[in-house]
């Protein structure tokens, strides 16, 4: 049974439609994602989720709960980290995980999640002083003292260095490995294919496709190119007549060989047994940012 339920989800802003006929729904334990542009209605879905926002159509449902009919509850089943979180400067970490921790009936040890979040040290310093990943961090730890079965996470890497991103990368699997489920809001492609179970597209209000990483990829296309230089010269028919090779290109002093399945284990050991070596050797596959193109029409503006 699905934890997380959006069907028929639509949201206006007068004139705007922002979510147009949004559905999806997430199982119990898994990471997923919601991808899409600035402006795509990311956010507006996961607030009405959140019960932050009341939809003009649709329902949904958290754990069974109506968000906005007994917000109380989904206080106690549901964490948010959203997009911007701020906390008066002079609040000290402590504190904060303190006051958060008298917000619910059964809260986590705050002590032990400071420790797997590597805030211990910075439990008595003031909010203004932590540094862009220690606030990531922090607001991930508000999200998670209630004992969550479900963490929203709206953006949650935006304005992060690559070291710091890959942090947090880190701690949403530890999260998931915790037994919470994740409903991941992003714009970043690697974040996606990186954390992602599966994912929902979204582009101007509207569900585009829900499937794996993986799947959407699929869909496009699963085939792989190699390009690589040749040692000697051979006839083209030495790889056109594996099962793996769909077709084979001369470009330059290169070839650019497409196909499926072993692709490379199949090319290069044809070649070893005729002594040509591929070197100079790149393997290309279909990306996420190819599929979300094909899908939607358009490149993800970031």
């Keep these: 049974m699905a934890i997380i339920e959006v069907a028929g989800l639509v949201k206006r802003y007068g004139a705007h439609l922002a979510v147009n006929e949004v559905g999806f729904a997430v199982e119990p334990g898994e990471i997923f ?7 795509a209605g990311k956010t507006t879905t996961v607030e009405c989720v959140e ?34 979180t701020e906390l008066p400067d002079r609040l000290r970490v402590g504190e904060a995980l303190a006051l958060y921790s008298s917000f ?5 040890d705050w002590r032990e999640l400071v420790d797997t979040l590597h805030l211990t040290d910075r439990l008595g310093t003031p909010f203004r002083r932590l540094s862009g990943g220690q606030k990531q961090r922090l607001s991930i730890a508000l999200a998670l003292i209630g004992d969550p079965k479900v963490v929203v ?8 260095d690559p070291q710091a991103r890959r942090d947090v990368w880190d701690l949403i699997e530890r999260i998931r490995a915790r037994g919470v489920t994740v409903l991941l809001v992003t714009h970043f492609m690697a974040e996606a294919e990186r954390l ?21 990829v699929a869909r496009v296309d699963g085939r792989q190119r190699l390009r690589f230089r040749p040692s000697a010269p ?37 070649l070893a047994r ?11 596959q ?7 193109i094909a899908l939607t029409g358009r490149p993800i503006e970031y």
């Design 196 to 216: 992602c179970d599966r994912l929902a597209l979204i582009d101007a209000g509207r569900v585009v496709a829900v499937d794996s990483p993986a799947g959407l």
């Design 153 to 160: 996470l709206d953006e949650l890497t935006t304005g992060l």
């Design 104 to 108: 619910y009936r059964a809260p986590v």
């Design 234 to 270: 051979f006839d083209d028919a030495l790889l056109t007549a594996l099962p793996e090779v769909t077709s084979v290109e001369h470009a330059g002093g290169h070839l650019v060989v497409t196909g499926t399945g072993e692709l490379v284990v199949a090319v290069t050991t044809a």
């Design 33 to 39: 994602g919601i991808l899409g542009p600035n402006g």
């Design 274 to 284: 005729h002594h040509v070596t591929a070197t100079d050797l790149r393997v290309e």
């Design 51 to 84: 019960g932050l926002r009341r939809p003009d159509a649709g329902t949904v449902r958290v754990c069974g709960i109506d968000p906005q009919r007994d917000h109380g509850e989904l206080r106690q089943v549901l964490g948010v980290q959203l997009q911007e």
């Design 286 to 292: 279909t990306t996420l940012d190819d599929a979300f």
